[in-house]
């Protein structure tokens, strides 16, 4: 890792339909008459690049989950809705969730590579396996594929991904009107993939990008999803309740992608963070309890039973959750999202109604709250403590509760010399300080001459 001088924080805007509270769209300061209007997202996503923030993220899945009656929990579509967005910005990341099990690698590196070359540089790939068993129906399969069937599956993706991403050479497109020549076609490569899972003859259709990959981030911390991480990822985002268990995040990580030959400190690790903001820390947490007193227990049980596999009542809210009826075995067990729930249950010992409050806050991310101060030294202590690169922001609600983080929190970040004043670049890749990849079918042949043939 580089020195503390030389590192700056990286910061995304994590966009949720209402904002991150499972109760956001019952709270007095939220619009949820504005859900569906892309000039919500747009206004975000300008307020974000005015704080010259990294990125806005866009997470997605193919099926409705179960519990909608309660909460805001419908998807965008994010290649429409963040082509959007590019057309109104001109520096921000923008960042699209895409699933390796539910989509095909061709038509996926079609949409990024037009999303990377209409933002001239600003697509990065949320690369995920899904999770939700119900999206199996809305693909004609009678079962979701098991956990580590997805990441074998996950890894031939990313190959043939990235294969057709450098199926042109950045010397490919010519368009030398002198000579006529408009492709350098010994520059554009047939990847003739025939794999376990897939069969992709290439090259793709679109040039190659401004640049040459989107960005590859990855959201999953189980043992599959660490070493995909290690092996593909770029950035990564990860959900830890503690400082402890965010530095073995990210020590364990930054260890395994140096056992690879990649360099540690072009794998980003950027947690979630939902922050309740407010003039004094009494005030902060007012406004998050006032937030949690609008959960429903139907929801909130509901996403319990889908996370841990056990079905409680209302009847239990006041009660000790029993760890003995949790089942650590099985596919379930591998995520790393129910092992987190059990360590705080087994951590803090808390009621049914405790757990179900933490959980209502960003469904396991890190939910702070504190004043503007409070909130900065708590992502300085994560930053400097060798915990994370920087973090994915979730406001609990949208769209006061970024604006508040953006006036408040960004300007004491940037008086300690933490986070920028200004971008100094224009990609994604650039925010992050990653370089830009050469092909990997760069050098195999001679460029071609485009001297004109002389006259008759």
Not at 353 to 368: D, E, F, K, P
């Amino acid at each position: 890792m580089t020195g503390t001088a030389e590192r700056r924080l990286r910061l995304n805007l994590f966009i949720y339909p209402g904002g991150h509270h499972e109760a956001a769209w019952r709270y007095h300061g939220s619009r949820p008459d504005r859900l569906l209007d892309i000039g919500l997202y747009q206004e975000l996503a300008r307020r974000a690049e005015a704080a010259t923030l990294d990125a806005v993220f866009l997470a997605d899945g193919p099926s409705l989950p179960d519990n909608v009656r309660y909460a805001s929990r419908f998807r965008l579509e994010p290649f429409t809705w963040l082509a959007a967005v590019a057309a109104v910005t001109s520096r921000i990341g923008l960042i699209a969730t895409a699933s390796t099990t539910y989509t095909e690698p061709y038509n996926l590196a079609r949409l990024f590579a037009s999303l990377d070359h209409l933002s001239r540089g600003r697509a990065g790939w949320n690369i995920v396996t899904t999770g939700a068993p119900q999206a199996a129906g809305n693909f004609g399969l009678d079962a979701h594929p098991v956990h580590a069937e997805r990441y074998d599956r996950a890894r031939e993706f990313v190959d043939v991904v990235t294969k057709l991403w450098d199926s042109w050479e950045d010397e490919a497109l010519i368009a030398d009107q002198a000579s006529g020549v408009f492709a350098d076609t010994d520059r554009i490569h047939p990847i003739d993939h025939e794999g376990r899972h897939l069969r992709v003859r290439g090259p793709l259709n679109t040039p190659r990008t401004p640049q040459g990959r989107p960005v590859y981030v990855q959201a999953g911390s189980s043992e599959d999803g660490r070493g995909f991480a290690a092996r593909y990822a770029e950035a990564v985002f990860t959900a830890h309740q503690t400082l402890g268990s965010a530095r073995d995040f990210y020590a364990d990580l930054k260890r395994r992608a140096a056992a690879l030959g990649r360099d540690p400190d072009r794998v980003l690790v950027l947690p979630g963070i939902s922050p309740f903001i407010g003039s004094t820390e009494a005030e902060a947490r007012a406004l998050r309890d006032e937030f949690n007193e609008l959960t429903q227990p139907e929801y909130s049980l509901q996403l319990l039973e889908r996370l841990l596999g056990v079905r409680f009542d209302v009847a239990d809210l006041d009660r000790p959750v029993p760890r003995e009826a949790i089942d650590t075995g099985g596919e379930r067990g591998a995520s790393s999202r129910f092992q987190l729930i059990v360590d705080v249950i087994e951590r803090e010992r808390p009621t049914l109604r405790q757990l179900l409050h933490r959980l209502a806050g960003a469904r396991g991310h890190w939910v702070v709250a504190g004043t503007p101060e409070q909130v900065a030294d708590r992502i300085e202590e994560w930053f400097t403590g060798g915990a994370a690169d920087g973090f994915n922001v979730m406001p609990p609600w949208l769209s006061g509760g970024f604006d508040v983080f953006a006036d408040e929190v960004v300007p004491i970040l940037r008086r300690r010399g933490l986070f920028r004043t200004e971008y100094t670049g224009t990609t994604l890749r650039d925010h992050y300080g990653l370089p830009r990849p050469r092909s990997t079918f760069a050098g195999r042949r001679a460029p071609l001459s485009t001297t004109a043939a002389p006259a008759p």
